[in-house]
């Protein structure tokens, strides 16, 4: 069974730093990994969808890359600002169907 | 991008009693849409893949006699929460994909329900 984990839990920073959030999965053979964001409270917000023949994807400030055989993938934040705060969620689909979350980073970008 | 709409966004019911949450695709078809429950500070767990004409597949442990789930049409799923009790209280969210932008998972608001 496909174990999806990100690392850290929580981070705190002071605004402006440049950010990097990790999520690792335990099989290789995904079909695509996904970055979300969730606000307290609401739904998840897609970031980044990145497929399984891709390297990274880019929107705005935000990069993302995936590594297949070493089961890694990175959210890169640039310039970071107090409304990034949120929790990020990464996911991992494994077969069309089946997909993994792990349970996320609980970022906080301090004013 | 594509749209994934919930509704209500939230509800408060008396024990015994049923509640309904509906989820839309406003802008694509989705032949699966997916359910989940997310607790305080945890991540979401999948409860159940809904398929458009078909039975809904449960994930192990979770009841499909409490939980009724229907996907009548190609743009709306619904769960049911039956015969509430207050450790049904919880947030639940749905999702779709969208096969037309490669797969990407879109997920509704949220609703939270709130069984007294």
């Known amino acids: 069974k496909q174990e999806v984990t990100q690392i850290p839990a929580a981070l705190s920073v002071p605004e402006g730093e440049n950010l990097v959030l990790n999520c690792s999965f335990t099989?290789?053979?995904?079909?695509?990994l996904q970055w979300f964001r969730q606000d307290p409270g609401k739904g998840l917000t897609s970031l980044l969808l990145?497929?399984?023949?891709?390297r990274e994807q880019t929107s705005g400030r935000l990069n993302a890359s995936l590594d297949k055989s070493s089961g890694r993938s990175t959210l890169y934040i640039a310039a970071s600002q107090p409304g990034d705060s949120a929790t990020y969620l990464c996911?991992?689909?494994?077969?069309?169907?089946?997909?993994?979350f792990g349970s996320g980073t609980k970022l906080n970008v301090k004013p | 991008g594509a749209v994934v709409s919930q509704h209500p966004s939230w509800v408060i019911c008396k024990s015994g009693t049923s509640v309904k949450i509906e989820c839309r695709s406003l802008?694509?078809?989705?032949?699966?849409m997916f359910w989940y429950r997310q607790f305080p500070k945890q991540s979401l767990m999948l409860m159940a893949t809904?398929?458009?004409?078909?039975?809904?597949?449960?994930e192990q442990g979770v009841e499909k006699d409490k939980f009724l789930i229907n996907h009548a049409s190609l743009t709306l799923s619904t769960l049911t929460v039956t015969s509430a009790h207050p450790e049904d209280s919880s947030f639940y969210i749905c999702?779709?994909?969208?096969?037309?932008?490669?797969?990407?998972?879109?997920f509704g608001e949220g609703s939270r329900l709130t069984v007294l």
């Open positions: 999702s779709a994909r969208d096969l037309g932008t490669a797969g990407e998972l879109f």
């Open positions: 099989d290789s053979a995904i079909y695509n």
């Open positions: 990145i497929q399984s023949s891709q």
């Open positions: 996911a991992v689909t494994s077969h069309f169907n089946k997909f993994y």
């Open positions: 802008d694509f078809q989705a032949t699966t």
């Open positions: 809904s398929n458009e004409g078909s039975k809904a597949t449960y």
